[in-house]
């Protein structure tokens, strides 16, 4: 049972984004076996348009350093596009204005690293639509 708890655990440490311990003994092996994992935290927001429109939305980053951004636009009609940019609090662009549409790297959108601090960041967009669309920022 103390066996399945620490695979249980382990589990666990390799599924959520946050140090986790597991520890087991037994009565007659007193070595202790501990599992460590840190992983970084996958911050998402998103904004529904409706029609074509221009703005932004803020998404918060708790990972500093080295951190991946993905840029993706979701809608019906391959037509629907939107040009991106991440911005931080004072305005500075953080990345490069990128063009993104449903079909961009085969669907999986627009992605790069940047190395910034943590905080609030803001993602501006001009977006063209008649069905409308998702516009979706990932930061990990």
């Known amino acids: 049972m103390k066996k399945c708890i620490t695979i249980f655990a382990l589990c666990l440490a390799l599924l959520f984004p946050a140090t986790v311990h597991a520890a087991e003994t037994t009565p007659s092996n007193d070595k202790l076996v501990t599992v460590e994992s840190s992983s970084r935290t996958t911050y998402y927001e998103s904004t529904w348009l409706n029609n074509s429109s221009s703005g932004r939305f803020p998404i918060y980053c708790g990972n500093s350093g080295s951190v991946g951004v993905t840029f993706k636009v979701e809608s019906s009609s391959t037509s629907s596009w939107a040009m991106i ?3 931080d609090a004072n305005g500075n662009a953080k990345t490069q204005l990128v063009y993104v549409d449903p079909t961009t790297n085969g669907g999986d959108g627009y992605y790069t690293h940047i190395n910034i601090p ?8 001009n977006a063209s639509t008649n069905v409308g669309m998702r516009i979706m920022c990932w930061m990990y």
């Open 118 to 125: 943590a905080g609030t960041y803001y993602v501006t967009f």
């Open 85 to 87: 940019q991440l911005l």
